[in-house]
């Protein structure tokens, strides 16, 4: 070996060991996230309130016709303003003709207007709010204490400002679709930031989307819906500005379940400052979003939610920026920025399941172990185990296992246990969780108990 040579391998050692010893104390956070996350202006933010709230109204049924008020100069607003962030979001109006029916007091043309940011892979997620408003009668306060036992909706130009409702969700999205597509960051999913339309017409701008991409097959990993996120005084004079909701639907080990779990984990974790709240529910009391309608569709999707509602600003010409709070909506934002960016970067959860649905989970090799299976995610470097008490809502234990499709737990009952999986990255991006189910029993008609799949998380 020359000297050359051997100056080269000892160099190449030193660079080896270099590597190990920042591995070794490589922090949980990716500093391009903890960048992001730090990136959400409270300035900006409110000057987006501020502007949305000059419209007037944004109700879907409002005039078209004028530069400056009402729903048609709304929308051309947010598709100008997210079309000039970047040449990386690719902006459209998503657009569907809607008959006179039910809410919609006439035909109507409803446009959710969209910015898509393509990453690697095609797989989305959404970071989404809706832009409509409305105003009600008395408002949400009248609806609430039951004062009004059918509800009468003003006249569509009227007054409906909706600086909350959901000005904050748009204003939150527009920071996110800013702040993304000039991070200079490659992600590997596509992150898709929405404002939809008509929500207050039973979440039909939603609606819409969802059932076209179900048609067209396209992959929803996520979908975040901030809708009234922007105040922390509750009506009843309860301020909390630490924390932000966010519900879900069960049961307890759906996809969307697991999303939240994923939101608390990855939320709090970049912004330890503000507490995330999961709700076993999938919406409050009576109450419904546009998260929902993705849910109808089999996508997984979470509602966040203010920590304290205001109910009389709520649909009410009173919803007007002295209503909330950006320092607080700002806050919300970060959450959102950290999940979706640590979603974004990671790998896709692993598949847990056989090709029959059955999930790969058995008590191999004593028959009183937890022997656990799942299919090498594309970009994986690792996989995190973990698991919990058959009866509790968070996970309890996890442990990290190597470049393996495969690990056993001796002398533990997957019967007593609940047992997930998630892919993770060199950097240590995490996935979402895969969940192992156990199979639904049948009872059939000669007595017998069957067993069915049950529809598994991934
Ligand atoms: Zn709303």
């Known amino acids: 070996m020359t000297i050359t040579a051997r100056a080269m391998l000892v160099l190449a050692c030193l660079a080896i060991a270099g590597t190990v010893a920042r591995a070794q104390v490589q922090s949980d956070l990716d500093p391009r996230i903890v960048q992001l996350v730090n990136g959400v202006s409270e300035e900006r933010l409110a000057a987006i309130l501020q502007k949305l709230e000059s419209f007037g109204t944004r109700n879907t049924m409002s005039t078209t016709d004028s530069p400056t008020r009402g729903i048609g100069a709304a929308r051309q607003w947010i598709f100008d303003e997210m079309k000039s962030f970047s040449p990386r979001l690719q902006v459209s109006f998503d657009t569907y003709r809607i008959a006179k029916q039910g809410r919609i007091t006439r035909d109507v043309e409803a ?18 709010g809706h832009y409509d408003t ?30 909350n409702d959901d000005g904050s969700g748009v204003a ?35 609606k819409l ?32 500005g630490a924390s932000i909701r966010v519900y879900s639907e069960g049961p307890e080990d ?35 979003g546009d998260h929902t309608a993705y849910n109808q569709y089999g996508f997984a999707a979470v509602g966040f939610r203010e920590s304290r509602e205001n109910f009389a ?20 934002a970060r959450v959102n920025a950290a999940v979706a960016a640590a979603l974004a970067l990671a790998p896709r959860a692993p598949v847990i399941v056989n090709e029959k649905g059955q999930p790969t989970i058995n008590r191999a090799p004593s028959g009183y172990d937890a022997h656990l299976q ?26 990290l296992v190597g470049n393996v499709t495969d690990t056993t737990l001796p002398n533990t009952l997957i019967d007593d246990l609940v047992f997930g999986v998630a892919a993770v990255d060199g950097a240590g991006h ?7 189910i156990a199979p639904r029993s049948t009872a059939v008609t000669d007595g017998e108990v069957k067993t069915v799949p049950q529809p598994a998380a991934r």
């Open 111 to 128: 446009r959710n207007v969209m910015a898509v940011m393509p990453g690697r892979s095609t797989r989305r997620i959404y970071i989404s």
């Open 134 to 163: 409305v105003a009600i009668s008395g408002g949400q306060n009248a609806r609430n204490a039951g004062e009004t036992q059918t509800t009468t909706f003003a006249d569509p130009d009227s007054t409906a400002p909706g600086v």
């Open 172 to 206: 939150l999205t527009m920071e996110l679709a800013r702040l993304f597509s000039t991070s200079g960051v490659d992600f590997d999913a596509t992150l898709v930031f929405m404002c939809h339309v008509a929500e207050e017409q039973g979440l039909m701008g939603a």
């Open 209 to 240: 989307h969802a059932q076209k991409a179900a048609k067209e097959h396209i992959v929803i990993d996520a979908v975040l819906n901030s809708d009234i996120v922007g105040g922390e005084r509750g009506g009843n004079g309860v301020i909390d």
């Open 254 to 288: 759906s996809a969307s379940r697991e999303l939240a779990r994923y939101v608390q984990r990855w939320g709090m974790r970049y912004v330890p400052s503000h507490r995330v709240r999961l709700m076993s529910r999938s919406d409050r009391f009576a109450r419904g």
């Open 313 to 332: 600003r709520q649909h009410d010409p009173r919803d007007t920026f002295d209503g909330v709070s950006p320092p607080y909506l700002a806050q919300n």
């Open 374 to 399: 799942w299919q090498p995610s594309p970009g994986a470097s690792a996989y995190r185990i973990f698991w919990r008490e058959a009866w509790g809502p968070d996970w309890q234990h996890e442990m």
């Open 430 to 436: 995490e996935s979402l969780v895969s969940v192992y």
